[in-house]
C-alpha cells in the first residue's frame, strides 16, 4: 500500500528550526517530482517547495526562500524540509505529496503540525 509518512513537526520559538521528514513507500519514489505544502487556520494550502526526481532541481515560495531547504534520499526513499528561521507565520500543518507521474495519481501524506510561537 502506497505511505507517506511525515515527521519532524513541534512546536518551536522563533528563530528555531526544525527538519520534517516524509517516509515514503508503496511506489517508486525515484520517479516522483516530490514537495512539500502547508495549510495555516483560515488559509489555502500552499506550496512551500519542489524537488525534481533526482533532486537536482528545487524552487521555493518566496515566503521561505533562503530558510528553508528541501532535499531527498532516494536510497531511503525520504524526502526532507530543513526549516531554518522560523517565523510565526510559518504556523502551518505541513503536507508531503508524490506528484503524478503519468497515469499513477498524486499521493499525499497526512500532515505534521508545525507551531511557531514565543
Known amino acids: 500500500q502506497v505511505r507517506l509518512v511525515e515527521s519532524g513537526g513541534g512546536s518551536v520559538q522563533p528563530g528555531g528550526s526544525l527538519r520534517l521528514s516524509c517516509a515514503a513507500s508503496?511506489?517508486?519514489?525515484?520517479?516522483?517530482?516530490m514537495s512539500w505544502y502547508r495549510q495555516a487556520p483560515g488559509k489555502e494550502r500552499e506550496l512551500v517547495a519542489r524537488?525534481?526526481?533526482?533532486?537536482?532541481?528545487?524552487n521555493y515560495a518566496d515566503s521561505v526562500k533562503g530558510r528553508f531547504t528541501i532535499s531527498r534520499d532516494n536510497a531511503q526513499n525520504t524526502v526532507y524540509l530543513q526549516m531554518n528561521s522560523l517565523k510565526p507565520e510559518d504556523t502551518a500543518v505541513y503536507y508531503c505529496?508524490?506528484?503524478?507521474?503519468?497515469?499513477?495519481?498524486?499521493?499525499w501524506g497526512q500532515g505534521t503540525q508545525v507551531t511557531v510561537s514565543s
Open positions: 505529496r508524490a506528484e503524478k507521474h503519468f497515469w499513477m495519481p498524486d499521493y
Open positions: 508503496g511506489f517508486t519514489f525515484s520517479n516522483r517530482i
Open positions: 524537488i525534481g526526481a533526482d533532486g537536482g532541481s528545487t
